[in-house]
């Protein structure tokens, strides 16, 4: 396991902002508020994450070369920029049970406001409804943010709808990938699901007390041997890396991290007024035929809006019907 502390994220963003020149030991303590032993030791971090620093005597440090591995925790938070998630706690694992346990184990045990965790593969990863998320080791980005949002508890649908736009987002920005968004949670390209998000808080009666989000990205096409089930599953699925060459994922999880929480900031202020617009603009689900599939059953109907806290509003045969949390599956395709 690899953790990114806020104070070797800050040493990291400064000696990425010095343009290949040697900063002195002395200056990064002033910068830093702290001792030179304690930079030294965040060096030390940093190398063992990856990055190249030479330590040049009576001068200082130079960083010589950014790690070549693409998910080394503290690249990610120093690219950073959006205050809400500019100094989260960043865990990286080899291997876990399901991101999204770790990361509200991590977060409610420090009382961090913000943690990220990821993982190179998921062994036990969750989808809705407690469906398996296929996580072969170095497929995807698979990871979960712990973060206290203000909200009211009906309203943990926008949570969803936010990560689906940041995701959507951040494809676009990093990929030049334009994917299609489809009601609650799943973006997707040509009908196959490239991304599932999965929103869990903790909540009082009057307040969300914790959130967090998890979110799955497929980026290569896994080669699985004699393991059926999952061959079923990523039949259903598209990969970014066949749509466009060497998808970065630290910039990646960077960028959806700051547009997530540039629509999360947007979000309190209104009210989810701007975020429900944009959503119910760009949602493909919307204006369709769809078979909605709830616990009590089956229904077959039209689309026809985004409710105010979420839910899927539907035309069917009993009237207008809102659902919360259903599978939707589109029975008539995409009008262009």
């Known amino acids: 396991m690899m953790k990114a502390r806020p104070g070797t994220v800050d040493l990291c963003r400064i000696l990425m902002n010095t343009g290949g020149e040697i900063i002195s030991g002395g ?22 994450e990856g990055f190249s620093i030479e330590s040049i005597p009576q001068k200082g440090y130079i960083l010589r070369e950014l790690p070549r591995y693409d998910l080394a925790p503290s690249y990610i938070g120093a690219l950073l920029s959006n205050k809400l998630f500019s100094t989260p706690e960043i865990y990286l694992y080899e291997t876990l049970s399901s991101t999204q346990v770790t990361a509200k184990q991590c977060g409610r045990r420090s009382g961090a406001e913000n943690v990220v965790v990821i993982s190179e593969e998921q062994t036990q990863g969750r989808g809705r409804r ?27 649908q926008l949570v969803n709808l936010a990560a689906g736009l940041a995701v ?29 998000i999965l929103s869990e808080a903790s ?21 699985l041997e004699n393991n059926e089930e999952a061959e079923v599953v990523l039949s259903r699925a598209a990969f970014l890396n066949d749509m466009v ?42 204006g369709r035929e769809v078979l909605v599939i709830a616990d009590n059953g089956t229904e077959r109907g039209q689309a026809v809006s985004i409710g105010e806290n979420g839910e ?25």
């Open 27 to 48: 200056t990064l303590a002033e910068l830093l508020s702290c001792s030179r032993q304690s930079v030294w030791k965040s060096i030390r971090n940093l190398v063992g």
């Open 130 to 156: 407690d469906r398996t998320w296929v996580s072969p080791r170095g497929s995807g980005l698979f990871l979960s943010f712990f973060f206290k949002p203000r909200l009211l508890p009906g309203r943990l």
């Open 168 to 196: 959507k987002d951040a494809v676009e920005q990093t990929c030049s990938v334009r994917l299609s968004l489809k009601w609650p949670n799943d973006l997707l390209c040509e009908n196959k699901k490239v991304c599932g």
């Open 203 to 223: 909540s009082d009666s009057d307040r969300v007390r914790d959130c967090c989000t998890g979110i799955g990205i497929n980026i290569n096409s896994p080669s």
């Open 245 to 286: 060459e060497g998808v970065h994922r630290g910039v990646l999880a960077a960028t959806l991290l700051d547009r997530f929480a540039d629509i999360l900031a947007v979000m309190e202020s209104d009210g989810g007024k701007s975020l429900l617009a944009r959503y119910r603009n760009e949602c493909v689900t919307l």
């Open 312 to 336: 899927l509003i539907v035309r069917n045969r009993h009237g207008t019907v809102a659902y919360c949390a259903a599978d939707v599956v589109h029975a008539t395709p995409e009008e262009n």
